[in-house]
């Protein structure tokens, strides 16, 4: 298996600077402008496009106007746009931030899809905005031809924005290069809770400047703070070059509301005048579902889910998990019983439904949060799943047992665990040999991460279910800068030949720091 980056065709470089020369004549918007304080004119998409939860024959694509504007999706099999299938997609306006999605359906399978967004004034239908490109790859139908997606967390965090005198978030242009299938983005998206200064003081006596916002000066409480977050990315080029470039698989974790956040808690916190977290996560969910492309989350406004298998192909489903909508609330994790969990009732049995049914050679299970990392929240509580005791199952570890020994059970070939969130990149090696709970078959768990904020020292390890650390990458102190320490990110290679999975965990760099290679058609590896 080949361990260097694909070359892309001539078609899809082409469309590649086509859609840089689009971004730089699409100059964003000032700095926290409301599209209804645009100037008068044409419907701009200045924030670029987007694409979501790609299969072998669907996508999603995504686009935000300055304006009201019908969304108009054109595809074609080359970059020529000769041979074009027009889309009529949604009105954007206010009700959804001026953003939205339109589906393609019935596309060719493994192929490279080309397309372009064009925005019209609704009331004059001539009067159009500049086209956007972007490009991605459907996923194969066939066994033999090879699967490659990147995966981390953790943006604009801790303190740590974009950076303009770094070149902003650098880490994206070095995953666009190593051009994946998709992305998978395993949650803290955003930083809503994490307010950006102009510029923090490192401890040599450099200095790290920010581009800040309206909205990214205080905690988010209000829709259009949480919204502010989730536009604040995108005013990084790098961001918007790589989403043109190639789709992503996205779930979100705490950040995206508040830090270490739980259904029906009632916040402590000087900073917000809105203390009820429900209250706030619903606001930070319609922000979400706006800013990015979700199959589950078709409908503004309306309920959906983010827990979902994006089939890709024959070599690999990827089941996204929301280990944060669901579970109860934050403790010291010591319950004999715990029917809610991390997941909630009906999540597991989904996600037991859904492992027992795919056919895929590879099932990645994208957490958002580890599984054996001991993750604290304040001095007696637990926010991940395991709390520290090395014995047998407790709290929420019962439901995490309870899937473990199914997958044994009904012999589910090839799980692999995949997760960000704490900041630092390691792998896990869990066995029943050295676990308190033994009634489950040997898995890996990777974790890769932070994308664009603060590195932060290595977790310790619960002997629940027996996890090795062997392997680790982190800082020796906390909140340590881009500046300072690498970012991280890893990398998923399946070979249609063999249909082995390689994993690499890469530095920002172009560094490999660790690679396993993992057999198919194994219950346990």
């Not at 997606?149 to 666009?176: C, T």
């Not at 590879?362 to 957490?367: G, M, S």
């Given at each position: 298996?080949?361990?260097?980056?694909?070359?892309?065709?001539?078609?899809?470089?082409?469309?590649?600077?086509?859609?840089?020369?689009?971004?730089?004549?699409?100059?964003?918007?000032?700095?926290?402008?409301?599209?209804?304080?645009?100037?008068?004119?044409?419907?701009?998409?200045?924030?670029?496009?987007?694409?979501?939860?790609?299969?072998?024959?669907?996508?999603?694509?995504?686009?935000?106007?300055?304006?009201?504007?019908?969304?108009?999706?054109?595809?074609?099999?080359?970059?020529?746009?000769?041979?074009?299938?027009?889309?009529?997609?949604?009105?954007?306006?206010?009700?959804?931030?001026?953003?939205?999605?339109?589906?393609?359906?019935?596309?060719?399978?493994?192929?490279?899809?080309?397309?372009?967004?064009?925005?019209?004034?609704?009331?004059?239908?001539?009067?159009?905005?500049?086209?956007?490109?972007?490009?991605?790859?459907?996923?194969?139908?066939?066994?033999?031809?090879?699967?490659?997606?990147?995966?981390?967390?953790?943006?604009?965090?801790?303190?740590?924005?974009?950076?303009?005198?770094?070149?902003?978030?650098?880490?994206?242009?070095?995953?666009?290069?190593?051009?994946?299938?998709?992305?998978?983005?395993?949650?803290?998206?955003?930083?809503?809770?994490?307010?950006?200064?102009?510029?923090?003081?490192?401890?040599?006596?450099?200095?790290?400047?920010?581009?800040?916002?309206?909205?990214?000066?205080?905690?988010?409480?209000?829709?259009?703070?949480?919204?502010?977050?989730?536009?604040?990315?995108?005013?990084?080029?790098?961001?918007?070059?790589?989403?043109?470039?190639?789709?992503?698989?996205?779930?979100?974790?705490?950040?995206?509301?508040?830090?270490?956040?739980?259904?029906?808690?009632?916040?402590?916190?000087?900073?917000?005048?809105?203390?009820?977290?429900?209250?706030?996560?619903?606001?930070?969910?319609?922000?979400?579902?706006?800013?990015?492309?979700?199959?589950?989350?078709?409908?503004?406004?309306?309920?959906?889910?983010?827990?979902?298998?994006?089939?890709?192909?024959?070599?690999?489903?990827?089941?996204?998990?929301?280990?944060?909508?669901?579970?109860?609330?934050?403790?010291?994790?010591?319950?004999?019983?715990?029917?809610?969990?991390?997941?909630?009732?009906?999540?597991?049995?989904?996600?037991?439904?859904?492992?027992?049914?795919?056919?895929?050679?590879?099932?990645?299970?994208?957490?958002?949060?580890?599984?054996?990392?001991?993750?604290?929240?304040?001095?007696?509580?637990?926010?991940?799943?395991?709390?520290?005791?090395?014995?047998?199952?407790?709290?929420?570890?019962?439901?995490?047992?309870?899937?473990?020994?199914?997958?044994?059970?009904?012999?589910?070939?090839?799980?692999?665990?995949?997760?960000?969130?704490?900041?630092?990149?390691?792998?896990?090696?869990?066995?029943?040999?050295?676990?308190?709970?033994?009634?489950?078959?040997?898995?890996?768990?990777?974790?890769?991460?932070?994308?664009?904020?603060?590195?932060?020292?290595?977790?310790?390890?619960?002997?629940?279910?027996?996890?090795?650390?062997?392997?680790?990458?982190?800082?020796?102190?906390?909140?340590?800068?881009?500046?300072?320490?690498?970012?991280?990110?890893?990398?998923?290679?399946?070979?249609?030949?063999?249909?082995?999975?390689?994993?690499?965990?890469?530095?920002?760099?172009?560094?490999?720091?660790?690679?396993?290679?993992?057999?198919?058609?194994?219950?346990?590896q």
């Amino acid at each position: 298996m080949s361990h260097s980056p694909r070359r892309p065709s001539p078609d899809r470089r082409s469309v590649l600077r086509g859609t840089v020369a689009a971004s730089a004549a699409l100059a964003l918007p000032a700095v926290g402008a409301a599209p209804a304080l645009a100037l008068s004119g044409r419907p701009r998409a200045a924030w670029g496009v987007q694409t979501g939860d790609v299969t072998t024959s669907s996508g999603l694509v995504w686009v935000r106007s300055d304006r009201p504007a019908r969304m108009i999706v054109e595809t074609s099999a080359t970059d020529s746009f000769r041979r074009t299938q027009r889309l009529h997609g949604p009105l954007l306006g206010p009700g959804t931030d001026f953003t939205g999605t339109t589906p393609l359906r019935g596309l060719p399978p493994g192929e490279q899809i080309h397309y372009r967004v064009t925005l019209a004034d609704p009331d004059d239908p001539r009067r159009t905005g500049e086209p956007v490109c972007g490009t991605f790859r459907t996923a194969p139908a066939r066994r033999r031809q090879d699967v490659r997606f990147l995966w981390s967390g953790d943006i604009a965090g801790q303190g740590w924005g974009i950076n303009p005198d770094v070149g902003g978030f650098r880490a994206y242009e070095e995953m666009q290069r190593l051009d994946p299938d998709f992305f998978l983005c395993s949650g803290d998206t955003v930083y809503a809770d994490g307010p950006l200064s102009p510029s923090v003081t490192l401890p040599d006596g450099r200095v790290w400047r920010n581009i800040t916002t309206e909205e990214k000066s205080k905690v988010a409480e209000t829709l259009g703070e949480y919204r502010g977050n989730f536009r604040y990315n995108l005013l990084d080029d790098n961001v918007r070059r790589f989403n043109a470039q190639l789709p992503t698989v996205v779930q979100w974790d705490d950040h995206e509301v508040r830090n270490n956040w739980y259904p029906g808690q009632i916040f402590d916190d000087a900073r917000y005048t809105e203390k009820n977290a429900d209250v706030l996560a619903s606001r930070a969910m319609q922000a979400f579902s706006e800013y990015f492309p979700v199959s589950t989350l078709p409908a503004r406004g309306q309920d959906g889910r983010l827990h979902r298998v994006v089939r890709y192909g024959p070599l690999l489903d990827v089941f996204v998990l929301d280990m944060r909508s669901y579970r109860n609330a934050n403790s010291p994790g010591r319950q004999a019983d715990d029917e809610q969990g991390i997941l909630g009732a009906e999540q597991l049995a989904w996600l037991k439904r859904e492992l027992a049914r795919s056919r895929a050679v590879w099932k990645v299970i994208a957490a958002d949060m580890p599984l054996g990392l001991v993750v604290p929240d304040g001095a007696t509580n637990f926010e991940a799943i395991a709390q520290g005791d090395p014995g047998a199952p407790l709290g929420r570890e019962l439901q995490i047992a309870e899937l473990l020994r199914f997958v044994k059970h009904r012999r589910i070939t090839g799980t692999l665990w995949l997760t960000a969130d704490v900041h630092y990149t390691s792998a896990q090696h869990y066995t029943p040999e050295r676990a308190a709970f033994k009634d489950f078959a040997p898995f890996w768990e990777f974790v890769s991460g932070p994308l664009a904020a603060g590195g932060f020292p290595a977790n310790a390890l619960d002997g629940t279910f027996g996890p090795e650390r062997v392997f680790v990458r982190a800082p020796n102190r906390a909140n340590v800068s881009p500046m300072e320490s690498p970012q991280y990110f890893g990398e998923v290679d399946i070979d249609g030949g063999s249909g082995e999975l390689t994993v690499r965990l890469r530095a920002e760099g172009g560094t490999v720091l660790f690679s396993k290679v993992l057999q198919p058609g194994l219950v346990g590896q």
